[in-house]
């Protein structure tokens, strides 16, 4: 039987799960190995160095680099408050002096006498890593972080923006093909995962905004919406890091894109469930998916379907075409046919044959089909 490899978006009942959660530095690592963690617990946290604000506490009083030491009234590892008097010099007769007060709530972390600088450094910034998968903890890497392990249900999208985020699943439309609009979006959803079925307006981003809403998930977007949900052309770029106060998934692509029934009945059968979810996207090396993770018991992953071989495109294989003319759609793959195929711009390539969902089926290259794996 003809069979081909290539990339897909993973959309599955259940499969192992593994994730690393480790620090930016070295710190102290919270769990051990066996331990059983829900997503949101800390596994690991450490503490990042303030600020440094440097000071030319010289200058400021008019003295000379190497007198300045004297003039401060407090020395290296002694905290100063914002506004309280760091260094002040008596001036003539006890008249006319100066004074320099620290701008900020530090730590004098040095002085020098040859440059007449002080260095303040703020408070150190506490850094916790959360487990982001309930499961167990199958490795502990010193000083780092964690290896967590768990059975889950996993969905892949197309992109998203907006980082790591937890809550329940709440449907909001009845079928796949239906949009996400503001109307659908109430105060009960706040701190929960919306799912809608095709696009999600602008709007509607704003008032899950506005309301706490974790996330939203749906089949499109707007392009222009997106834009103006940033505030800026994102362009091609990394994300994961924007501070909007939602986070949100695509899971098709860009337009009034309906979402995959399959992706849909999944999220349909766990609502309810508790999820967590990243939206950050690298397309190009280094591909990184926005994914949506949800933890099955045991007794789920027990009657759970066995999941297919992944990256395996053959007859009868769920794809989803990400190139013009048919950008979008979803369908099952016909054949593959051995020989190479002359295109329209003529050059030569391997082809793959799909019926498409709506009935119709079409020719084109393997390269602009996507496995919908599970």
């Known amino acids: 039987m003809a069979q081909a490899y290539t990339p897909g978006l993973l959309v599955t009942p259940r499969t192992r799960w593994r994730c690393r959660r480790v620090l930016p530095i070295a710190g102290r690592v919270l769990a051990t190995v066996g331990q059983a963690v829900n997503a949101l617990e800390v596994v690991a946290e450490t503490e990042l160095p303030g600020d440094a604000t440097p000071l030319a506490v010289a200058k400021l009083l008019g003295v000379p680099a190497g007198n300045m030491p004297a003039a401060l009234l407090k020395q290296v590892g002694d905290k100063v408050a914002a506004g309280e008097v760091l260094a002040k010099t008596a001036g003539l007769f006890g008249l006319f002096g100066s004074e320099v007060k620290s701008p900020v709530a530090a730590t004098v972390e040095s002085v020098s006498p040859v440059t007449g600088q002080v260095i303040l450094r703020g408070e150190p910034l506490k850094v916790q890593v959360r487990a982001y998968l309930t499961g167990t903890v199958v490795e502990v890497l010193p000083d780092e972080g964690v290896v967590i392990e768990a059975q889950v249900a996993a969905i892949q999208g197309i992109f998203g923006i907006g980082g790591e985020a937890y809550g329940p699943l709440r449907l909001v439309t009845p079928a796949p093909d239906q949009d996400l609009t503001d109307d659908l979006?109430?105060?009960?959803?706040?701190?929960?995962?919306?799912?809608?079925?095709?696009?999600?307006?602008?709007?509607?981003?704003?008032?899950?905004?506005?309301?706490?809403?974790?996330?939203?998930?749906?089949?499109?977007?707007?392009?222009?919406?997106?834009?103006?949900?940033?505030?800026?052309?994102?362009?091609?770029?990394?994300?994961?890091?924007?501070?909007?106060?939602?986070?949100?998934?695509?899971?098709?692509?860009?337009?009034?894109?309906?979402?995959?029934?399959?992706?849909?009945?999944?999220?349909?059968?766990?609502?309810?469930?508790?999820?967590?979810?990243?939206?950050?996207?690298?397309?190009?090396?280094?591909?990184?998916?926005?994914?949506?993770?949800?933890?099955?018991?045991?007794?789920?992953?027990?009657?759970?379907?066995?999941?297919?071989?992944?990256?395996?495109?053959?007859?009868?294989?769920?794809v989803r075409l990400i190139r013009e003319p048919y950008f979008g759609e979803l369908g099952t793959v016909e054949s593959l046919p051995a020989e190479l195929t002359v295109l329209a711009s003529e050059s030569k390539a391997r082809v793959v044959t799909v019926r498409l969902s709506r009935g119709e089926t079409v020719v084109t290259p393997r390269a602009n089909v996507e496995l919908i794996e599970g």
């Open 185 to 318: 979006i109430t105060p009960a959803h706040r701190g929960q995962i919306v799912v809608g079925g095709r696009r999600v307006t602008r709007a509607a981003v704003s008032k899950a905004q506005e309301l706490g809403v974790s996330a939203v998930v749906a089949g499109g977007i707007d392009d222009q919406d997106l834009k103006d949900i940033l505030g800026y052309d994102l362009g091609v770029a990394v994300t994961g890091t924007e501070k909007i106060g939602v986070t949100v998934i695509v899971t098709e692509g860009f337009g009034d894109i309906a979402m995959a029934r399959r992706t849909f009945d999944l999220l349909r059968r766990h609502e309810g469930d508790f999820a967590a979810v990243n939206g950050a996207t690298q397309i190009r090396a280094g591909v990184l998916r926005p994914e949506i993770i949800i933890p099955l018991t045991a007794r789920e992953a027990a009657s759970a379907p066995d999941v297919s071989p992944q990256g395996v495109l053959a007859p009868g294989a769920p």
